[in-house]
């Protein structure tokens, strides 16, 4: 099978690997940090784990069930397993995904003699803002360069520090909405399946999400709300998800230059495709083709 590109990313990582970290009455440590590249039809019958699990996709998508539950994580996006719940996992494209896997495992340090005393009560908030199971989107700036510093640092301390801001900074953005969202009706997964379509039809032209709206006869609102709760990311997320993905085709494929792939993508600004590509996949256009020039693979 091809190499991951994240090994060599990776392999940074190790020093810090069965470190703990500790901030007020939390002890993290991270125990594991691997490349989770499969080819198309790959498959993780259901399991469980004790350690909490990070699955950061760069190409490609994965598909997750839990109990009567799933979702799809699309490149540029995660997903988060925490401990004891059971899950299965599936390769949905018809290429092969690639991305990276991080475990580790929160403790409650608070009986440490050298615990802050005054800052006790961290611990149970953290744990059950990040015991959902849920996918994510890499919603900003901050959030993605929190993710690079992590991989870019040299030293154990600093790798330390990015690794404990990256989740601080998730479960700020979590913390209000830690609670799983209801069950989806089928009207509902049938207006979704619909903007996705539209989606993926019309990316490579200036559409907007309200038009996507109005053509479900639906009022942009009410889709916008409907498509996050049921997909995990916003319309905008999935409408960049899919421009980024053809654009990592015609990188690999093609000898189009840059600012044509960006047009052909719907970016009719190079540089803002150029940077939007970067936070997605963590590395520039060129660097991404010269990696991965005439690997022609077929589109998901």
Request: proline share 5%; net charge negative; charged share 20%.
């Amino acid at each position: 099978m091809p190499q991951s590109s994240w090994d060599k990313r990776l392999e940074g990582l190790q020093k810090v690997i069965m470190k703990p970290i500790r901030f007020n009455d939390l002890r993290l440590t991270l125990i594991d940090a691997v490349d989770a590249r499969h080819e198309p039809g790959w498959h993780a019958g259901e399991h469980r784990h004790p350690w909490f699990e990070y699955n950061y996709v760069s190409e490609g998508c994965l598909q997750t069930s839990f109990g009567s539950a799933s979702f799809l994580t699309e490149a540029g996006s995660f997903f988060l397993i925490p401990p004891g719940v059971t899950h299965s996992n599936r390769n949905a494209g018809t290429e092969a995904d690639d991305g990276f896997c991080l475990r580790w495992q929160i403790e409650n340090a608070a009986d440490d003699a050298a615990a802050d005393k005054a800052a006790s009560n961290f611990y149970p908030a953290f744990l059950r803002t990040m015991s959902a199971v849920r996918p994510y989107a890499i919603p900003n700036d901050l959030l993605a360069g929190k993710m690079d510093q992590f991989f870019s640092s040299d030293s154990v301390a600093s790798q330390q520090l990015a690794l404990l801001d990256w989740l601080l900074l998730m479960y700020e953005n979590w913390n209000d909405t830690a609670e799983m969202p209801p069950a989806i009706n089928t009207r509902e997964e049938i207006l979704v399946r619909q903007a996705t379509l539209y989606l993926s039809e019309y990316y490579a032209e200036p559409i907007t999400v309200s038009e996507l709206a109005a053509s479900l006869n639906i009022s942009y609102r009410h889709l916008a709300r409907l498509f996050h709760r049921i997909t995990g990311v916003t319309l905008n997320e999935k409408l960049n998800d899919l421009r980024m993905n053809q654009a990592r085709i015609l990188l690999r494929g093609t000898d189009l230059a840059i600012k044509e792939i960006a047009c052909a993508v719907g970016f009719p600004n190079e540089f803002y495709f150029s940077s939007l590509f970067r936070r997605t996949a963590f590395i520039t256009p060129s660097e991404y083709r010269r990696r991965h020039k005439n690997s022609r693979l077929p589109a998901e």
